[in-house]
């Protein structure tokens, strides 16, 4: 199975599939071709297969649709396709022969856009990979199969994630609403708002319909949870079983007749939802992401059953790469929800931190959900800059604004100036978090002050307090724009130069008397490459010793000190039934509270980070390649373009490596910042290993001097593994550190060793003549090259 074929199985909510398509072998090819017969045998779930049939009618639609338009603009010719993942076969005369390739034409009046270059390029490699497949030459069978690697890398599109938090109330229904300018689109009427719920907001690319994909917790999470309820869980067992909920037990909990709107749930699938209208689809929603006991049609609310609603609108190019998730402010005790929550939280580029305006610099609730969540985003995620929104600017206090004088603001209008104030708090407030400047700098942070109710007003055409400006909804949309367009442009720059590169492989492979021109570069190359690992070898031994020292000093400041944490925790100011309950909620959630941003194996784990935040952000920086590693790697060189100047009878197989240098080093930095979060976290997830024992023993006790008993249990535990648990702890985050360093090392050696052994040892004259396609797509390579960047 292919990335292709996990990535849509994952999209259609069957990621439960993967194993079984994967053991099948199917792959893009032949998931475009499977037939009914085939989907029974792989798939014998009714609800499932009914789902999967849908969207492989869809894909299979949308494949076929580029090459139906083709054929309408001319008669004559080969069928083409826009998509790099439709490869049907070119149709042939009734002699069987193959038609010739359509001449294209390049008269052009100016620069293409980026868009149009990179459809062309697409158009252009189906072409290419459909001239291959008629090719019955097993000599160029590796270039065939090299093919389907460069589309299947270069068709992956991971999209950016902009993570919006805020407590309830403070205004991000109305806030996303405004952005994709859709009135009330997510629910915003008054009610109890499930913070459990993740939200995500997309571009529908598919068709032009309002989606949403829903998917569940595991329904034997949920069967463990009913069996472990306690008095906090009243609320959510009411949710879903109604006044029934005290009769319910483990035993009838997973009754059919509870779960008749969502038997999806009860087959661990998900459930989607598709709709004409915004409206439609919204109404449809509620009951899955709220609890509202006004809304008297429903009977049932599902929002304790669901991990994640991600829901997709129609022409919306803000989000044609940018994905809003509305997330919550400290995890879940849910197992699968926090697992996720994790991987969210980790890989927004940007967070939105959602706040009420008149109380912006001084909400502790906001400045708690950015400090608890700065380790998930800052050091151990990729996230690159913070926005603090305030919200409600048309309901702004501006009683002590009336006797303040401000001589070096003359602006007349108060609320702008009480906006402006806000701003300046909020950087100062910014400024005197230690916690979170840990991971990041100043320059992180940007204050909006925005008012949606006020610019959807003006959407509608109804008389508004604020100009459109003043309200900054625009401001934020600009922002996405950019973040859309900048990632719109990576892709097409990665594109188009992997296309280019790997043209000029196979026209190089078509020439004649380069033997030993061929002979010396790959020598040479060879040679330029042990050299260049040999530079990074040296950066990461020096990087992993450096951790080392210092992660050495963190376990001695670590068990010197652990007691005194442990007991500072365990005897709060708050007491009795009131810290009873929230010990009882961190011993069965191992060690965090899913309500409040409470977390006893980052306390325990503090020294660790400590000793190493200032530098882990130096050296695997969010923002930039300002590090010793990404500089060794940017600065990497094969040396191609003197070589290129030396031996011009191999010009475009050391363009092919050029090429394919770019495309690895693009492929590192990612790697980095994927993996490196993995590293981080690996501190306080042993920690937490270490505990759980500890928590395990604790959660047993109940009724009169228990918490006494959890206290004692705890400090116990604690007591007997802190000689161990703390150079576990940082040995397992070194070995990590090893595992990236030498990962680093081995993509960059054998993706260029295979690609040097490629190019310079094929030599087929057979190969077919793609000298057009080259002349056209190298012409669209220079022309992004050329462009200055923004």
């Excluded at 719920?197 to 949403?212: D, G, H, L, Q, S």
């Excluded at 009724?703 to 397992?732: P, V, Y």
Aim: net charge neutral; with cysteine; aromatic share 6%.
């Amino acid at each position: 199975m292919d990335d292709f074929v996990r990535n849509k199985l994952t999209e259609w909510g069957l990621s439960d599939l993967r194993e079984k398509f994967k053991d099948e072998g199917i792959d893009k090819e032949s998931l475009l071709r499977l037939e009914d017969h085939h989907i029974d045998s792989l798939i014998p779930k009714k609800i499932q297969r009914a789902k999967f049939t849908k969207h492989l009618k869809l894909l299979k639609e949308e494949s076929k649709k580029p090459c139906q338009e083709a054929e309408d603009v001319s008669n004559a010719g080969p069928s083409t396709s826009n998509s790099m993942f439709f490869k049907g076969k070119r149709r042939s005369d009734p002699q069987g022969k193959q038609p010739p390739t359509k001449k294209r034409k390049n008269n052009r009046n100016g620069p293409l856009s980026d868009a149009n270059i990179h459809s062309s390029v697409k158009e252009i490699m189906s072409d290419v990979y459909d001239k291959l497949k008629q090719e019955n030459q097993t000599s160029i069978q590796p270039f065939i199969d090299f093919l389907k690697t460069k589309i299947d890398e270069l068709g992956v599109n991971k999209r950016e994630l902009v993570g919006v938090f805020g407590r309830t109330g403070a205004g991000k229904s109305y806030l996303l609403n405004a952005i994709i300018e859709m009135y009330n689109f997510l629910p915003t009427r008054v009610g109890k708002a499930c913070t459990s719920v993740m939200i995500k907001v997309e571009a529908n690319t598919r068709n032009p319909k309002y989606e949403a994909e829903i998917e569940f917790i595991p329904k034997e999470e949920w069967s463990d949870e009913v069996e472990q309820q306690d008095t906090d869980d009243e609320e959510r067992l009411l949710a879903v079983y109604g006044k029934e909920w005290r009769n319910i037990s483990p035993k009838n909990c997973m009754d059919k007749k509870y779960f008749k709107e969502i038997l999806e749930f009860l087959d661990n699938a998900s459930k989607s939802l598709s709709c004409q209208s915004a409206e439609e689809l919204s109404a449809k929603l509620i009951q899955y992401i709220r609890s509202d006991s006004s809304e008297g049609t429903v009977k049932r609310w599902y929002w304790p059953l669901v991990k994640c609603v991600t829901v997709r609108v129609p022409n919306n190019p803000l989000l044609q790469h940018v994905t809003l998730v509305d997330l919550p402010g400290y995890g879940d005790r849910n197992k699968s929800r926090n697992k996720m929550w994790k991987e969210l939280v980790g890989s927004c580029s940007t967070v939105w931190i959602v706040t009420e305006i008149n109380r912006a610099g001084s909400d502790s609730g906001a400045w708690k959900i950015l400090e608890s969540a700065c380790s998930e985003i800052g050091n151990g995620g990729q996230c690159q800059q913070i926005h603090f929104i305030c919200t409600k600017t048309d309901q702004l206090d501006d009683s002590d604004e009336s006797n303040e004088s401000d001589e070096s603001d003359e602006c007349d209008d108060l609320v702008v100036k009480k906006c402006k104030k806000t701003k300046r708090q909020v950087l100062k407030e910014f400024k005197e978090q230690n916690n979170i400047k840990k991971h990041f700098s100043n320059d992180c942070l940007k204050v909006f002050t925005v008012s949606a109710k006020q610019f959807l007003k003006r959407k509608r055409s109804k008389p508004t307090t604020l100009q459109e400006e003043d309200t900054e909804i625009p401001a934020l949309q600009g922002f996405l724009k950019q973040l859309n367009d900048h990632h719109s442009e990576k892709l097409n720059d990665m594109y188009v130069c992997g296309a280019y590169g790997f043209l000029s492989l196979m026209q190089g492979a078509r020439s004649r008397d380069t033997a030993d021109a061929k002979t010396k570069v790959r020598s040479q190359l060879v040679e330029n490459l042990k050299s260049e690992l040999q530079k990074i070898k040296k950066t990461t031994e020096e990087t992993y010793e450096d951790f080392e020292k210092r992660l050495t000093k963190g376990v001695k400041n670590s068990e010197s000190s652990c007691d005194a944490t442990l007991k500072s925790f365990l005897n709060p100011d708050e007491g009795g039934r009131g810290f009873h309950r929230t010990l009882s909620c961190i011993v069965r959630n191992d060690g965090s509270h899913s309500k409040k941003p409470i977390n006893l194996n980052e306390m325990l784990s503090s020294k660790l980070t400590d000793s190493i935040d200032v530098e882990f952000r130096k050296t695997f920086p969010n923002k930039g390649k300002h590090s010793p590693i990404s500089e060794v790697i940017s600065t990497f060189s094969l040396d191609t373009e003197k070589l290129i100047e030396k031996y011009k009878d191999v010009e475009l197989q050391l363009i092919f490596l050029k090429t394919e240098e770019k495309q690895i080093k693009t492929k590192l930095h990612q790697i980095i910042r994927d993996e490196k979060r993995k590293v981080y976290s690996s501190l306080t997830e042993m920690i937490e290993e270490a505990m759980k024992d500890g928590y395990k023993e604790a959660r047993k006790f109940r009724g009169e001097g228990s918490l006494q008993k959890m206290r004692k249990k705890l400090e116990d535990h604690l007591h007997l593994s802190k000689n161990i648990m703390f150079k576990e702890a940082k040995d397992a985050m070194l070995q990590k550190l090893q595992n990236l360093m030498d990962k680093i090392q081995t993509e960059l050696e054998d993706h260029l060793n295979k690609s040097i052994e490629l190019s310079l040892k094929t030599d087929d004259h057979s190969i077919p003549d793609f000298s057009e396609e080259l002349e056209l797509v190298n012409k669209y390579y220079k022309d992004l090259k050329d462009r200055p960047n923004e």
